[in-house]
Structure formats: structure tokens, C-alpha cells
């Protein structure tokens, strides 16, 4: 390949990441795959240097990515780093097996030099390169422990608290869930570091069920919450992230039908590729294996929230001594009121694949009779009679509760 087609690819390379900021997802990603334990993230300003008219309130930003991880000796770095890069020295330039295409990804943000430190067994370098692609590399005599990725870029003082805010948004959108410590720091700003981590926990977890499932690399795991939200990673790091419909394909959006609008599904699995820019999550036998088994788990999460209402409906076991006074169900609190009637809301959007099976189970709660019942079975005691539907009594007011109304 020539040099001239080399240029082109690369910068077909840079050009399709979707963000400037998605480099920071790749060096996460690459701080991984060399062991870190840890990923510092620090933005810092610089005045020109005395004497250089810079004009106005022109800085020089530094981002910094740090890791802890196994670092890069010289071999590494010339079969993995600076393949698609020329030398500043020989002007050499090959591209012979894989290449370094996350870090590629950092020219997106423009930055005018990129200063690499790294070392492995024994090994220190430090290497420049510049905005045309070009680079120097120099042994260091000091150890370095890790690699740590400086860029510098020229801007304006007003333009920090936006660059701030883009890195927090990128680290936040792709890397909340990596299984590191990560952190950012807005050096020229007031506030402490910030911790990068969320968990991955469905939001009503304490109301609507959860069905996992953990096998060998792949952790999959669905639940009936709000919002609906599907969430495609690799070993922590979000692949793909948005609602049931947008995500699958239409065929498992139309299987799912109304369950799209409460779903909450975590897929973290090896099976699931994307594409170069990282930007889309391949269509393959992997991710279909992973939708065919989540498929599945949705089916067995339908039969947990029928069975979950049928014990909850028949709950039992007053709490406190005492004869209750007539007419109310002591076991029936405010709080198994509220999580019951969510749970039916849950159910609402779940019949068209249940069928009449909730209307043959016992997931209503009788209050006359302090148990569950069900819809057919209350229809058939009633006679043609009406039912009364009633809230708990400890949200009657009044004291109706006291008088048994």
C-alpha cells in the first residue's frame, strides 16, 4: 500500500468515528485489554509561553488519559501502534497485519501533537506524533509503568467548561460500566475528581422481577421496568444503547410487541461485534444467539411476574397481635396495595402474550376474605352481582377504615 493510500485510510479511519470524543471509549478499551486496574482522565489549560503572541484568551488544552496497565515495549509498539504512521526520522511507511485503529481514533479531536509514554520489561519510550500523521520515538532512561496518552490542541480559555462537559458525556455514555476505576478531572475547575461508574441495576428492581443469567463471558439479564432501555456491551463497555424498538431488528421488535415499552435488557457478551467505528453492533450468528436467548428469558420473566402476583395476592399474616377491627384485611397495607397494582401494570402490557391465563390465576386480592382470587373465579362467586374494587384501609380516610367502609 503507498503512502498516499495509507493518508486515505487513515483518514477514512478518523473521519467515521460519530463523535471527536468516542477516542476516550477506545483508549478505556485498550487500557482494559493491557490489564489496568484504573483510567485517570484530566483536562488542564496552559498559557502560550512567554513571548508568543497568542492573542485574546488563546490556551493550549492538555487531555490526559492514564492507565495502569502492561504497557508497550518497542516491539509492541511497532506492530500494534505505529503501523499506519511514518517515521519523522526514516519517512518509512508499511502496513503489514493489524494496526492500532484505537488509537487512531484520537486525530478525531483534532489535537495538533499527541505525546505517548509507555514502557514493558524494562523497556521506556516516549513518542510524538504530529497532526500529519508523522512521529518521533525516543528510549527513556527513567522506567514508565503503564502508557499514558497526553493531546494538545489550541483553543480558547471559554471553550474549557464545553471540552469538560463533552469528556464527561463520552466517558459517562460508553464507559460507566467497565470493570476499572475510572475517573475525570477538570484540572482549571473547582470541583474533586469524578468517579465514572453507574450499576447496572434495572431501576425498579425492588418491584418488578429480574431474570439473570451468567454464562461463561456472557451476563444477560432482563427485567420489567421504566424506562424501556436495551443496553449491548463487551466486558463492561456499552456497544449499543437505546429502546427495545431501535435496537432489534423488527422481527424480535414485533415479536416483544407491547413488551417493548417496559423492558430493560443487559447484554454483555463476547458474541456481540460491531463494526469498525464501534458505532453499530454487527448483524451475526453471535448477536443473533444473544437475542434468541433473550427471547427466551423474556418468556420465563412473563411466568415469574404471574407467579410473583399470585403469592403476593395471597399474603397472609396480619404483622400484629390484635383482632382486627370488622371489615378490614390487616394484611393488606398500603405498601402490598402499591406493589401489587404496579405489578398488574407490568401485566397490562404483557397479556397479548399470556392469553387468558391471568384470568384463571389468583392475582387479585380479596379482601373480604383476607386471600387471592381470580378474575374468572370472582365472577363465577359473584353470580352476576358486582364487584367492588377497594382500595387498602390504611388509605381510606375519615376513619371508614375503623367503621369497616
Request: aromatic share 6%; hydrophobic share 40%; glycine share 10%.
Amino acid at each position: 500500500m503507498s503512502a498516499s493510500e495509507v493518508d486515505a485510510l487513515l483518514e477514512r479511519l478518523v473521519a467515521q468515528f460519530e463523535s471527536p470524543y468516542d477516542f476516550l471509549r477506545e483508549l478505556v478499551q485498550n487500557a482494559m485489554d493491557a490489564g489496568s486496574d484504573r483510567v485517570e482522565v484530566t483536562l488542564e489549560s496552559h498559557r502560550p509561553e512567554a513571548g508568543v503572541d497568542a492573542g485574546g484568551d488563546e490556551v493550549v488544552f492538555e487531555l490526559t488519559i492514564l492507565d495502569t496497565g502492561s504497557g508497550m515495549d518497542e516491539a509492541i509498539i511497532g506492530q500494534e501502534l505505529t503501523r499506519l504512521f511514518s517515521s519523522g526520522k526514516s519517512g518509512d511507511r508499511t502496513m503489514a497485519g493489524g494496526f492500532g485503529i484505537g488509537f487512531v481514533s484520537v486525530f478525531a479531536w483534532d489535537p495538533e501533537v499527541v505525546l505517548v509514554h509507555t514502557g514493558r520489561g524494562g523497556e521506556a519510550w516516549e513518542l510524538v506524533f504530529y497532526r500529519d500523521r508523522s512521529f518521533e520515538k525516543v528510549a527513556l532512561e527513567d522506567p514508565v509503568e503503564g502508557t499514558t496518552i497526553s493531546l494538545m490542541r489550541r483553543g480558547r480559555a471559554s471553550e474549557r467548561a464545553a471540552i469538560a462537559e463533552a469528556v464527561r458525556e463520552s466517558l459517562w455514555r460508553w464507559c460507566r460500566y467497565c470493570p476499572l476505576e475510572l475517573s475525570f478531572h477538570d484540572l482549571d475547575g473547582d470541583d474533586p475528581p469524578e468517579l465514572i461508574q453507574d450499576a447496572p441495576e434495572p431501576a425498579e428492581q425492588g418491584l418488578a422481577s429480574t431474570r439473570s443469567e451468567v454464562r461463561g463471558e456472557s451476563t444477560l439479564r432482563v427485567s420489567f421496568a421504566i424506562p424501556a432501555n436495551v443496553v449491548f456491551l463487551r466486558r463492561g463497555l456499552i456497544l449499543a444503547e437505546g429502546g427495545p424498538r431501535q435496537l432489534f431488528p423488527p422481527e424480535i421488535a414485533d415479536a416483544l410487541g407491547r413488551s417493548c415499552d417496559h423492558l430493560q435488557i443487559w447484554a454483555d457478551s463476547p458474541q456481540l461485534r460491531t463494526t469498525l467505528s464501534r458505532d453499530k453492533v454487527v448483524d451475526d450468528a453471535g448477536r443473533e444467539a444473544v437475542q434468541k436467548r433473550l427471547l427466551e428469558l423474556v418468556a420465563a420473566l412473563r411466568e415469574d411476574l404471574l407467579a410473583r402476583l399470585q403469592v403476593l395476592a395471597d399474603t397472609s399474616d396480619a404483622g400484629e397481635p390484635g383482632e382486627a377491627p370488622p371489615g378490614v384485611d390487616r394484611a393488606w397495607t398500603r405498601e402490598r396495595h402499591a406493589i401489587l397494582a404496579g405489578l398488574h401494570a407490568h401485566l397490562g402490557l404483557e397479556m397479548h402474550a399470556l392469553g387468558d391465563r391471568p384470568r384463571k390465576a389468583a392475582i387479585l386480592r380479596d379482601l373480604v376474605h383476607g386471600r387471592g382470587i381470580s378474575l374468572d373465579a370472582a365472577v363465577e362467586r359473584m353470580a352476576g352481582r358486582p364487584i367492588l374494587i377497594s382500595t387498602p384501609p390504611a388509605v381510606l380516610r375519615g376513619g371508614h377504615a375503623d367503621r369497616g367502609q
